[in-house]
Nanobody, 116 residues
Framework: QVQLVESGGGLVQPGGSLRLSCAAS????????MGWYRQTPGKQRELVAR???????NYADSVKGRFTISRDNAKNTLYLHMDRLKPEDTAVYYC??????????WGQGTQVTVSS
């Protein structure tokens, strides 16, 4: 069982920056993919950014150019750096890991609130 723990969420003003972290209980080097998703009340969880084992990444159109996904294999940690935050970025952000066998794991989520 892989445990994922998100941190770094909080309150930030529009235009500000924030970095989220996801610490994994096992090596992330062998994972097929890891990503960040977000969810607001009454809406489905949506993909924000995802990084694959071989290094390629993709982003939701709404965050392209503002968010950057990265990882530190030595620390078994995934990051999401968010710049020029907007009120519509407000959501609970979840970390996800997909194994090579297709199993999915989720963190508990961290709240990001963008407001004046």
């Amino acid at each position: 069982q892989v445990q994922l723990v998100e941190s770094g969420g909080g309150l930030v003003q529009p235009g500000g920056s924030l970095r989220l972290s996801c610490a994994a209980s096992a090596t992330i080097f062998s994972a097929n993919a890891m990503g960040w998703y977000r969810q607001t009340p009454g809406k489905q969880r949506e993909l924000v950014a995802r990084m694959f084992k071989y290094g390629a990444s993709n982003y939701a159109d709404s965050v392209k150019g503002r968010f950057t996904i990265s990882r530190d294999n030595a620390k078994n940690t995934l990051y999401l750096h968010m710049d020029r935050l907007k009120p519509e970025d407000t959501a609970v952000y979840y970390c996800n890991l997909e194994t090579l066998g297709g199993l999915l794991y989720w963190g508990q989520g961290t709240q990001v609130t963008v407001s004046s």
